[in-house]
């Protein structure tokens, strides 16, 4: 789980920077199969392009790094599906989703729900035994992350691919067409960062180094309950 865990971070960190500079080179955004400077947008990034051809309201481009960012890009991704695929076969083998990311029972009602959302929202420290488990919260969250953010956002940057849909057009066609797959693939990846905010929050919130170290070093060392 920690080797995955790295990869991930690498492979995530890379994708959000090319990701960045992919955008820059066409900040414009359409609904649909087809799309380009010349056609109505959806929605548009008020930023400079790195294009002179695509209109931004900017008598200026930014440098043009969208060669590189396209390359890096497609490598993380793969290496990101792989780790995923090591992730989920480790997981289902060992019990790793069942026992420590499904809600247990008494964390599935809307009650306990609420008290833990009122807890993260008063910056409330946990103690020693919670610190060391997921809560009902974080639980569901890893759960969405993981099997429909992280999937959804593979499928729709492959819907981006030529080759992959001219293999699997229908995947293409479920997401209402290749530009519409982009706006998707735009808007999961922000839901992903915002994701990656609150998870280093939370952490901080629940002891910066007594989390990190088993992420790290594969040991535990138990808190001191406060009296």
């Known amino acids: 789980m920690r080797v995955t865990h790295w990869i991930t971070v690498v492979c995530f960190v890379a994708l959000l920077v090319t990701g960045a500079e992919i955008v820059v080179s066409h900040p414009r955004f359409y609904w649909g199969e087809t ?15 790195s294009r002179a051809t695509v209109p931004s309201g900017y008598n200026y481009v930014m440098p043009d790094q969208n060669g590189w960012s396209r390359y890096l890009h497609f490598e993380a991704a793969w290496a990101l599906v792989l780790t995923g695929l090591l992730y989920a076969l480790w997981g289902l083998r060992t019990g790793h989703f069942r026992s420590n990311l499904f809600p247990a029972p008494g964390d599935r009602t809307p009650n306990a729900f609420l008290k833990i959302i009122l807890g993260h929202l008063r ?27 992280f999937p959804l956002v593979i499928l729709t940057g492959l ?7 001219a293999a ?4 293409v066609d479920t997401f209402g067409g290749r530009q519409s797959a982009r706006t998707l693939h735009f808007f999961i990846s922000i839901a992903l960062l915002g994701f990656l905010f609150i998870h280093v929050a939370m952490i901080i919130l629940a002891g910066f180094r007594s989390r990190l170290r088993p992420m790290i070093t594969g040991t535990v060392k138990l808190p001191q309950e406060r009296v």
Request: glycine share 8%; aromatic share 14%; net charge positive.
């Open 168 to 171: 699997f057009p229908i995947v």
């Open 123 to 149: 910056f409330k420290r946990p103690s020693a035994s919670e610190a060391l488990t997921y809560n009902a919260l974080q639980r569901v969250s890893y759960l969405g992350v993981i099997f429909l953010l």
């Open 159 to 165: 819907a981006l691919s030529p080759g992959f849909n």
């Open 35 to 49: 799309g380009n400077s010349g056609t109505p947008v959806l929605f548009k990034i008020p930023i400079p392009s």
